[in-house]
């Protein structure tokens, strides 16, 4: 039965991941040097390229020093409500990429909400220093997660003391003590941050196309989607393989497994985490960039999806549900629908693998597995939506099972890491006792293991679906007639020019999406308290 | 003589939460005082103040006569003449021991030679000559807090702050770690404050033994003091095992008590805690006060062989009371035995 366990494990990866990248290496292998040569004639596709890479490493360079300096803020320093800031930092987090870049257009762009109020509007939103602001506050969370757990478990406040009370001052305690023990985390947060961003679809394509700004992801967009000839199809095929090898590299260079699967353990704080009384400023300043960026954006968004029409001032007398109306009555109400269900398959199949992965998880051939689709995340949703394509279009062309095929082989690692995570931090002595009260291998799954494993289970149900719910960049390049997704729908109505629409499509989404995150932090919540050793000290 | 430390009225509160809640306490140069309380007494709370990880909320901390902690007032931990060793010894992952126990004298500006030389010859004097090379991974707990004492060794300070050091020590280690702090410190004459939630630790290596309730001191005094002479009867049960007897004490003069066992009235060796009237106090026996043979009568409830001597719980005219005999068992459950007391404490109920 296990070796079935274990046929079946592998033939699902091979099916999701495997066939599909190895089809798309073999076509591009296959163009041969001249067709290659013809495609990047001219110097278009090559600057989509060196774009890409400027993005990428200005935004991890930005995010790095803002994800740190936040870390050491919430965690070393006293700020004023330090949970809440907490959660103010991660919430460019759950804020789908593209309703983010639309909301910095419609708070700081032209005609946005800024300009109203103060006839103040931000140059070059709409182009690459935009690009790379919106990226940058999407990319700091993710280094600040990393770097923030790595203070809390491997950076304890007493190992900073040690240094304090041995005669080190507080720079030097920071640079000889905090800054060595941080390396490796801020390391995996820079990996992460640089191939979130050159992945990155939704920003580039909402802010950098009105501006004639292209990356990689957004030319294997058009040059796919758009364009009919040959040339256009060799470069979405060489583009889209390049990019597969530039982020695994990246990613198994900076070995960031460990740092994925870590999260925001707590060690607890021996004597009493941070000290009182440290200075406030650096919490007001956090404050204020949250404020700045993720809020007044979503505030500016959702005006505009209430205000009666573009051009009026945003007050309650010029309020009006009519655009959830027509957004709902058109277009949207169908994708909606799509989106949902599209979401929940595929988090219902990610949780039935991933708990597969999670049993297999001490047999031979499960190790593999399992980093096998962590890896998988890794790859870029526009080369992995081009490789399904690749394998599954001829069959499955324009169909919703097309893009869940895609879902499942991104959003694996999501759950499978959630679950894995869980079932790492639940001590095998709680399983032991069970054996020695009596209990058989299999009801010691059924009343011991799968009960504590439960609130992971439904986190990474959620995270799966919630991810699904937003999701564009496969979408977009996956979608025929019938099986738009709203992500989808938002993108080609902004298009079309219909802001307020867009606007109120945007908000439903971001507003169904920031419903499930409090869900899930409940959830995981609840699965830390299950799963965390108590030694009570 | 100035003072090693001082301490005066020190409250120190995490948000709203007073921890440790006005202290007054000194500490002589040479002077190892212990910090003895249950976990969440403050005790490290208090450690960590005098090392100036944290500000009190009001009260001073003083060390050899120099306020370092008061109102508007802290001086740095690296500017305190003070050295700590931590209860999860707090060894940095990415140093070996070498390189840890070098760091204070490198930060004192001791040359890097030299500090590796002198960094080797303070492991070898805690028994860690072999593994200087050594990262904290590859060191087992009582290997890493030897690297810990070696460290605060190397600082040199003139006051040392041990926080629960043995605490997650096995039995056998956490004696001989105990002995090597002690005798380490005391060659280096410097002052100590000792804090730890075992009673035997602290009568063994203090001068003076400190009781945190709740972070308030509820007694102080010489190890045989607070052991022989409890003020109440949480300090008692705090220090050792005790039975209270179920009878009132008749009245206790000049060094003596007289009590009513039963049919049989005995004056023994005892006292009261000072401002108690013997009849409001509870009568507290030590099983050592107490031994088998004699002119009370009882019968053997329980029988626990310790080893060096045996436990006996026997039901008598005055409750349940524990007395102690040297070596083997020498009577049964069940049995009845005569017994009698040399010595009862009257301590305050609560």
């Known amino acids: ?537 | 003589m100035t003072s090693a430390l001082t301490l005066r009225e020190l409250t120190v509160a995490y948000g709203s939460e007073p921890v440790v809640r006005g202290v007054s306490l000194q500490v002589a140069p040479d002077e190892v005082v212990a910090l003895l309380g249950p976990s969440g007494s403050g005790k490290s709370t208090l450690l960590a103040a005098v090392a100036g990880f944290i500000e009190p909320r009001e009260g001073q901390v003083l060390l050899r006569g120099e306020v370092v902690s008061g109102p508007g007032h802290s001086v740095p931990p690296e500017d305190r003449d003070v050295a700590v060793v931590f209860q999860h010894y707090a060894l940095w992952p990415h140093l070996t021991a070498a390189e840890t126990v070098a760091y204070p004298l490198r930060r004192r500006g001791v040359g890097a030679g030299e500090a590796r030389r002198a960094a080797t010859a303070l492991l070898a004097r805690v028994g860690l000559g072999e593994l200087a090379g050594r990262r904290p991974a590859e060191l087992s707990g009582g290997q890493q807090q030897r690297v810990g004492l070696a460290r605060a060794l190397a600082r040199e300070p003139s006051l040392y702050l041990f926080d629960e050091p043995t605490a997650h020590l096995d039995t056998a280690l956490r004696a001989s770690l105990t002995e090597e702090l002690s005798e380490q410190r005391r060659l280096r004459g410097a002052a100590a404050l000792y804090a730890t939630h075992d009673a035997a630790e602290a009568l063994a290596v203090a001068d003076q033994v400190v009781l945190l309730r709740e972070g308030r001191i509820a007694q102080i005094g010489r190890p045989a003091e607070v052991y022989e002479e409890p003020s109440d009867l949480w300090s008692a049960a705090l220090t050792g095992p005790a039975s209270v007897l179920d009878i009132p004490a008749g009245e206790a003069v000049s060094g003596k008590v007289t009590l009513r066992v039963g049919e049989e009235t005995v004056r023994v060796p005892g006292g009261s805690a000072a401002g108690l009237r013997p009849a409001d106090g509870a009568v507290l026996v030590r099983p050592e006060w107490a031994g088998l043979g004699g002119r009370l009568s009882g019968v053997v409830r329980q029988v626990r062989y310790r080893g060096p001597y045996t436990d006996y719980r026997l039901r008598t005219p005055a409750g349940t009371v524990d007395v102690r005999g040297a070596g083997t068992p020498s009577v049964a459950v069940g049995d009845a035995v005569t017994w009698d007391l040399q010595r009862v404490w009257i301590s305050a109920r609560s």
């Open chain 1, 1 to 537: 039965m296990l070796r079935g366990a274990i046929v079946l494990a592998a033939a699902a990866a091979l099916l999701l991941v495997g066939f599909p990248l190895a089809e798309l290496f073999g076509a591009a292998g296959s163009q041969g040097l001249a067709a290659v040569a013809g495609a990047f004639h001219g110097t278009a596709a090559a600057r989509a390229v060196a774009t890409t890479l400027l993005t990428g490493g200005v935004v991890t360079v930005l995010a790095v020093l803002g994800g740190t300096a936040a870390a050491l803020a919430t965690e070393r320093g006293a700020p004023r409500g330090r949970s809440w800031l907490r959660g103010a930092v991660l919430l460019p987090l759950v804020v789908p990429p593209f309703v983010a870049a639309l909301s910095w257009g419609q708070a700081y762009g032209p005609a946005g909400l800024v300009d109203d109020l103060l006839g103040l509007e931000l140059p070059g939103v709409y182009g690459l220093a935009g690009v790379v602001t919106v990226l940058t506050v999407h990319a700091v969370p993710l280094v600040y997660l990393v770097v923030a757990a790595a203070l809390a478990s491997r950076a304890e406040p007493d190992l900073e003391r040690a240094a304090r009370s041995s005669g080190a001052s507080a720079a030097t305690a920071f640079r000889t003590v905090t800054l060595p023990l941080l390396r490796p985390a801020i390391i995996a947060g820079a990996a992460l941050a640089f191939v979130t961003t050159v992945n990155a679809f939704g920003v580039p394509a909402v802010l950098g196309t009105p501006a004639g700004v292209t990356t990689v992801t957004t030319r294997i967009y058009s040059d796919l989607v758009f364009a009919a000839d040959p040339e256009a199809f060799t470069r979405v095929l060489v583009l889209a393989s390049g990019l597969v090898l530039l982020t695994l590299s990246v990613v198994g260079a900076a070995d960031v497994r460990d740092a994925l699967g870590s999260g925001l353990t707590r060690t607890g704080a021996p004597l009493g985490g941070a000290v009182p009384g440290g200075p406030r400023w650096p919490g007001a300043v956090l404050w204020t960039y949250a404020l700045a960026t993720s809020v007044l954006p979503l505030l500016a968004l959702v005006l505009v999806g209430i205000t009666r029409a573009l051009g009026l001032a945003p007050v309650p007398a010029n309020w009006t549900l009519g655009h959830f109306r027509t957004a709902v009555g058109g277009l949207g109400g169908p994708a909606l629908v799509r989106s949902l269900l599209l979401a929940m398959a595929a988090a219902t199949t990610v949780l039935l693998l991933g708990a597969l992965l999670t049993a297999l998880r001490r047999q031979r051939g499960g190790k593999p597995l399992a980093t096998m689709a962590t890896l998988t995340f890794a790859v870029p949703g526009s080369a992995l939506a081009v490789a399904v394509l690749l394998a599954y279009g001829p069959w499955l062309r324009d169909t919703l099972a097309l893009i869940l095929i895609a879902y499942l082989a991104k959003f694996w690692a999501l759950g499978h890491r959630t679950i894995a995570g869980a079932a790492g931090r639940q001590p095998p002595e709680l399983a032991w006792a069970a054996r020695a009260s009596g209990a058989g291998p299999a009801t010691t799954v059924r009343t011991i293991t799968i009960p504590l494993l439960l609130p992971a289970l439904a986190g990474a149900w959620l995270v799966v679906f919630l991810f699904g719910l937003h999701e564009v960049t496969m979408s977009s390049l996956l979608y025929g007639p019938g099986s738009e997704t709203l992500a989808v729908v938002i993108l080609n109505l902004r298009q079309l020019g219909d802001v307020p629409v867009t606007a109120a499509l945007a908000v439903l989404l971001t507003g169904l999406v920031l419903l499930g995150t409090a869900l899930l932090s409940a959830a995981s919540r609840t699965s830390r308290r299950l799963t965390t050793h108590q030694d009570g000290a």
